[in-house]
């Protein structure tokens, strides 16, 4: 068993009817709550009203700032500093999905820590704590509410760049996961964010810095996700199927806080930004084919996951069994609602342009379970936007 290290400073408070306690938690951290949500849903949903009712409850103020969009821009977060800073708030709450809670943590470094943001791309960069943080997530799939990490789309010069914070700094000092704020998540919503947890556990679990203790999170949240996600995508309304789906997420989360992603979520990002996927589809497309190049590197793993999605694999050699695994998640991706699609308008020369760009992540390539090359990031790109040939 190899060394490691696990650092998870965010206090979990799990369960149905936790955003109820959100007053009562922030009044022990300011008097000013500056809440980042997004622009319809939180709102339309009553979210805000219940959120709003506890914190005034507890002599605490909300000032909203609901402009989050999907794929937040540094734009949007510096709007929501100045605000934040001509409110005077003392205390962030993030309420959303990933893109609201990640948009919450960079709104709450910025408060703290001098401009420009890009001065902090990349990894341990920030110089100073955040203001406290409180996240709620609202979707069960970025698992952003304990992972040190946010994901910013930079604007610059015409361009759009995914670019990511990692810095311990960026844990929340508390989240309140509820299994109720999910049970309004429409189809689509439900499919990719569910998709997208699944591609967290299994980056983590396959992950280069995988130790036994992630791993052991990581597989249980497969485990989970493979049992529970059909559930919910059958019955949506289940409070319980819901809980066990978000609990998977939280675990992911708390998994790839400790390893990372690897070569999946550096391939997908420009998926994201430039053909305007849903994060957690871009994973989904890219997930058997990342499956297919990376077995080899190691078939115990990748029949334990096999397993764990439910895949049939009695009799089998170890490497028939993860090999196996390629259909299984294939079933089991479209069996949860990912669209079957065919980008062939994408032309090659954009896919060689998005395979360069990968080759330059040095971070996710070393962290990936085997090496690859240009060569073979194309043809899995290829594989996924046009469809195996």
């Not at 059909?230 to 819901?242: A, L, Q, S, T």
């Not at 994973?283 to 077995?295: D, H, I, K, S």
Request: aromatic share 8%; net charge positive; proline share 5%.
């Amino acid at each position: 068993m190899k060394n490691f290290e696990f650092y998870l400073p965010t206090r979990i408070n799990f369960g149905p009817g936790v955003i109820e306690k959100v007053g009562e938690e922030a009044k022990l951290l300011g008097k000013r709550a500056f809440v980042v949500t997004g622009k319809k849903s939180a709102r339309k949903m009553g979210f805000l009203e219940r959120l709003e009712k506890s914190l005034r409850k507890k002599g605490v103020t909300p000032i909203f700032f609901e402009k989050i969009e999907p794929n937040p821009s540094n734009q949007t977060v510096e709007e929501g500093v100045n605000l934040a800073k001509k409110e005077k708030c003392d205390l962030i709450i993030g309420l959303g999905g990933g893109s609201s809670l990640d948009a919450a943590k960079v709104i709450s470094l910025l408060l703290t820590n001098p401009f420009p943001l890009s001065q902090y791309f990349g990894k341990n960069k920030v110089k100073f704590p955040l203001l406290p943080l409180i996240a709620i997530p609202t979707t069960a799939g970025a698992g952003s509410e304990v992972t040190p990490y946010a994901v910013i789309t930079h604007i610059k010069d015409g361009s759009h760049q995914k670019k990511i914070i990692a810095d311990v700094h960026l844990f929340p000092i508390k989240t309140l996961v509820d299994p109720e704020l999910t049970l309004s998540l429409p189809f689509s919503i439900t499919s990719d964010t569910g998709i997208d947890a699944l591609s967290h556990a299994v980056e983590s679990y396959t992950s280069n810095r995988s130790h036994s203790l992630s791993e052991m999170i990581a597989l249980r949240s497969v485990k989970l996700l493979g049992k529970h996600l059909p559930e919910v995508i059958d019955n949506p309304e289940d409070i319980e199927e819901r809980g066990k789906v978000l609990y998977a997420s939280m675990l992911a989360g708390i998994a790839i806080a400790q390893t990372g992603t690897t070569l999946m979520h550096a391939m997908g990002y420009r998926l994201t930004s430039d053909l305007n996927l849903p994060h957690g589809r871009a994973n989904g497309l890219l997930l058997p084919w990342f499956w297919e190049l990376n077995f080899p590197g190691n078939f115990k793993k990748f029949a334990n996951l096999t397993k764990s999605l439910g895949g049939d694999i009695e009799g089998l050699t170890v490497r028939e069994a993860a090999q196996g695994g390629i259909e299984v998640v294939k079933e089991f991706l479209f069996g949860v609602g990912l669209p079957k699609l065919n980008l062939g308008e994408v032309k090659e020369k954009t896919i060689v342009e998005f395979a360069k760009e990968v080759m330059q992540n040095k971070a996710k390539l070393a962290n990936n379970p085997r090496q690859v090359s240009l060569k073979d990031i194309i043809k899995v790109y290829k594989k996924a936007l046009w469809g195996a040939r």
